[in-house]
């Protein structure tokens, strides 16, 4: 496997680009929207440098792995030559479906297509092609460069040659993949959606405030950031859309999101990115600021 092709050039899509190009593969880079692809090459710029301050990568290394990602605008020509896609684009199911149907026409018939969907069925999304058995979920956590989880998702018809190549191409990146089946959320967000609905339940049935509540779980349970926190790291909208995944696709109201976090995202408080949610952020500090809507009097 030498050329893969990345689609969608943001938050996880850059990342997922820079690892490759660190680990000698030749990257297409594609994404419907020129700007995203530019601002993904100054990321890529800027984390490399943080690599090398950080004596992780020679100097040397970073124009080499730069000139090894090739941007495009075009789909057909970006999977021209690739024997692997990941895709990485916005989490919206009709999108991802349409996406697929066009890879597959496109692609050359030996490629693997991965999807790196935090919580859309791999065996929905490979059933839109006409090859079942070599599309798989790749799902990275952010960021990238830094995390060593890949969760590698067998869809139902997925098979054991996909696999065992996508294990071997996680190790080979640096990672720590770990097999996991087809069902709504995963493992990774099975486990933490549920915990970060329960401590948005904590708050809005006044147990405790957003501080108290984010200590508890790093003081007692050494997580290294609290779960309202976390949940404005990863976006309430993007955890919101999960929770909604796993309680239809499980029938179960367990995991129904908490009206306090349908209240947020429909106020467009989603979080670091939207500069507020439980917290409050702004570019210039670092400084952990709970919003005024949630301070004690
Ligand atoms: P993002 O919004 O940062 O980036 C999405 C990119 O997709 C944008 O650059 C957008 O221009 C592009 N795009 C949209 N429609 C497109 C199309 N038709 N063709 C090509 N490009 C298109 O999103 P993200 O946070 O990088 O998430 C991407 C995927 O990764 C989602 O499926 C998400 O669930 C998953 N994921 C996200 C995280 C996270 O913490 N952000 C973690 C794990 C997995």
Known sequence: MKNITVIGS????????????QYNFSVSLYDINEAALEKALLTIGKNL?????????PSSQKQSILGKIQT???LEESLKTADMVIEATTENEELKLNLFRQ??????????LATNTSSISITKIASVTSRPGKVIGMHFMNPVPIMPLVE????????????????????NLGKSPVMVNDYPGFIANRILMPMINEAIYSLYEG???VEEIDQVMKMGMAHPMGPLQ????IGLDVCLFILKVMQSGFGNPKYAPCPLLVNMVAAGSTGAKAGEGFYTYSPNSKELIVSPRFRRQ
């Open 10 to 21: 943001g938050t996880m899509g850059n990342g997922i680009a820079h690892v490759l190009a």
């Open 49 to 57: 440098d943080r690599q090398i301050d950080k004596g992780k990568l």
């Open 72 to 74: 495009y605008t075009s």
């Open 103 to 112: 890879m597959d026409q496109a692609c050359p018939a030996h490629c693997l």
């Open 152 to 171: 590698v998702i067998s869809g139902y018809g997925t098979t054991k040659d996909t696999l065992s190549t996508v294990m071997s191409l996680a190790k």
């Open 207 to 209: 147990v405790a405030g």
């Open 230 to 233: 976390l949940a404005d790291f």
